[in-house]
């Protein structure tokens, strides 16, 4: 298969040219932001359509804020060089992509200078059909007031790698994690939905979890395609036992369902009915498919919205 080619500062460039400094804070204090974004494929249009690239962009200048550091693109520059990673790479299918921001200069406090690249990656979705097997992890989440999960940081990864890495060792596909409250907050790298008596639930933004866009757009279709409201509260560790449904959801997982938590079954153990109609649905939406909310897609190909 063809290897893509990096968006690095402006060029692109084949991967084995796309390097930082080994003693950059980048590399060295993961000193990086970053977002990952859809694309997707529509082969009746023959159009590739970014999914939510502005509310991407935009998160990632609220993570560099935060991380005191910026990069000298416009939103408009950053969204136009996602088009041309995609168009340059003459992509026609879906695909998947980090947009990274980093700080090259040395040293723990270096805010600059700073760079940015766009990596395409073909990625395959995660267990849409079957689902994740599960469990509870024993690593607490980090917490807004120590490394702030809002923060789309590389380094706030850490605490889900070694998460996702004990529930290998343990023999499940994916694991939750419990914030300093004990309630649940998300898993290492997707938020969580969990359905009880018909009604869908998610936890709160101030539940330690990243404010994901995949997440506030299927708080959106719920209401609009399924006539369903949200709730949007705390979650106990025990309502992942008793729920009838639970999916997680994210740019990379998009909708994936879970069958099990600590080998207790999600209902029948089977994908449930609102999680299979919510990813249909949001996957008709993210391809153009249907009309709703084609705001939220960026054509690469096309003409610029």
Not at 164 to 176: I, K, N, P, S, V
Not at 241 to 261: D, K, M, N
Request: with cysteine.
């Amino acid at each position: 298969m063809r290897e893509l080619k990096i968006w690095m500062n402006g060029r692109l460039v084949p991967q084995a040219e796309a390097v930082l400094p080994v003693n950059s804070a980048a590399v060295f204090y993961a000193t990086n932001v970053f977002e990952g974004i859809r694309a997707y494929w529509n082969p009746a249009d023959e159009e590739l359509y970014g999914f939510r690239l502005k509310e991407h962009v935009t998160r990632l200048r609220e993570s560099m804020k935060m991380m005191r550091f910026t990069v000298p693109y416009s939103d408009e520059d950053l969204q136009d060089a996602v088009r041309e990673v995609l168009r340059g790479n003459e992509l026609r299918e879906d695909i998947h992509m980090h947009l990274v921001a980093y700080v090259v200069g040395v040293g723990l406090d270096a805010t600059t200078p700073t760079g940015l690249y766009i990596n395409p990656r073909r990625r395959a979705r995660v267990a849409p059909e079957s689902g994740l097997r599960c469990c509870v992890s024993s690593w607490l989440r980090i917490a807004d007031s120590a490394m702030p999960p809002r923060l789309k940081c590389i380094a706030n990864y850490h605490n889900g790698r070694l998460a996702a890495l004990q529930a290998r060792a343990d023999g499940y596909d994916g694991t939750f994690l419990l914030n300093s409250r004990g309630k649940v907050s998300e898993t290492p790298g997707a938020t969580m939905f969990l359905v009880r008596t018909g009604r869908p639930i998610t936890p709160s933004i101030t539940s330690d979890i990243l404010e994901s866009i995949t997440r506030d757009s299927l708080i959106r279709l719920f209401a609009e395609a399924h006539g369903l409201t949200v709730e949007e509260r705390e979650v106990d560790r025990t309502e992942l036992y008793v729920a009838q449904e639970i999916f997680v959801c994210g740019s990379a997982f998009e909708v994936t369902p879970v069958v099990s938590v600590d080998r207790y079954s999600v209902g029948d153990g089977r994908v449930g009915p609102l999680t299979k109609a919510i990813q249909a649905t949001y996957l008709d939406v993210a391809r153009g498919q249907v009309g709703l909310h084609r705001e939220w897609l960026t054509p690469v190909y096309g003409a610029k919205q």
